[in-house]
């Protein structure tokens, strides 16, 4: 009798648990995510570069003015690392329920051409593209280097010394340092730095000899003379950097990997529900399109995109695309862009 007792308070409390497995409240991928209450509690920002970065300094202020719109605190949390990818895994690892968002750069996107992660922006959901900028070659103030022929020329007469501040392999320093290794023949040594910050504060204080830095990160820097503006990487001059000349006035070659530079955005986990996803994307363009947000925008010289769903999936793609064929023409990958299936 007992056995029999035993037997039926297990298949009873066998039962209980399949009714309490069944009764989730949502699919899997969105870990019972409810759209229709969206959101319920403050949400996580996770910026993939360092604080005080371009990045940084870009997507603090737009998450400041969307949170204000959402009512609920979006905690912004710098989870530098291995070019990005520490944030980027992170956020990936969480639930697919809005509740974790990735601030980033371009930088997902070449993940799987360099070989650093197979993760890439195809498996995440584009908020917001917020911008893109160019960048500025950069050396100390007291720097004896004048012009990037300067630069070009140390580093020819001892190659490999002359160090490159950099933020890793894939970063907009490594991509740098490799063009101009491809145009000029100069080769550098690269001290990998987790950030713009920490890159601009390693020329400022001797550690390193040259850097490129976004034009938004040097500005201030360069108003100030605590450092030496020497090129931006463009084709035509940069009017919020006044006396700075395109780096093609002194070699041309470069034109023809232009436009080079980094680009911004808010992205969730793919798999999150189509109607959290639209009202993240109402929140952060009612926050980017207000007058105090584009201000911030002009102030940090980032061109702006306001792209989302499609447009910005384009804009990835073709952005891609035309790096690999900068990176692969430059000889820094060997694989072409046909290759690697972008074409």
Same mark, same amino acid.
């Given at each position: ?172 320093? $490594? ?143 073709? $952005? ?24």
């Amino acid at each position: 009798m007992k056995k029999v007792l035993s037997l039926l308070l297990i298949i009873m409390l066998f039962c209980f648990g399949l009714a309490a497995c069944g009764n989730t409240g949502g699919g899997s991928s969105s870990g019972g995510a409810d759209a229709s209450k969206y959101p319920e509690k403050n949400i996580n920002g996770i910026v993939m570069w360092g604080e005080g970065g371009g990045t940084d300094n870009l997507v603090r202020p737009l998450c400041t003015t969307a949170d204000k719109l959402m009512d609920k605190n979006i905690v912004v949390q710098n989870k530098a690392g291995s070019t990005g990818l520490i944030a980027t895994q992170y956020v990936y690892g969480a639930a697919a329920d809005g509740y974790n968002l990735l601030l980033g750069a371009e930088n997902p996107a070449l993940y799987n051409i360099l070989g650093t992660s197979e993760l890439t922006y195809d498996n995440f959901e584009t908020v917001l593209l917020i911008g893109s900028e160019d960048v500025s070659i950069v050396v100390g103030k007291d720097s004896p280097y004048n012009s990037v022929k300067d630069v070009v020329e140390a580093a020819k007469a001892d190659q490999g010394k002359l160090v490159f501040a950099a933020t890793g392999k894939g970063g907009s320093q $490594w991509q740098a340092c490799g063009l101009v290794t491809a145009v000029t023949g100069a080769e550098f040594n690269q001290l990998p730095l987790d950030g713009d910050a920490d890159c601009l504060s390693a020329v400022m204080g001797g550690q390193a000899d040259v850097t490129t830095i976004k034009s938004s990160q040097v500005m201030e820097a360069h108003k100030a003379g605590t450092v030496k503006v020497l090129a931006t990487f463009t084709a035509e001059p940069v009017t919020e950097l006044p006396g700075v000349k395109p780096i093609t006035e002194e070699y041309p070659d470069f034109a023809s990997y232009f436009p080079f530079g980094p680009f911004y955005g808010v992205f969730v986990k793919e798999g999150t529900p189509e109607d959290i996803i639209t009202k993240l994307s109402d929140y952060f363009t009612q926050a980017y399109e207000s007058d105090e947000y584009q201000e911030v925008l002009k102030n940090l010289n980032v061109k702006p995109l306001g792209m989302k769903g499609e447009e910005a999936n384009k804009y990835i793609s073709d $952005w891609t695309l035309s790096t690999a064929k900068a990176l692969h023409s430059a000889g820094i990958i060997d694989k072409s862009p046909a290759d690697l299936g972008l074409e």
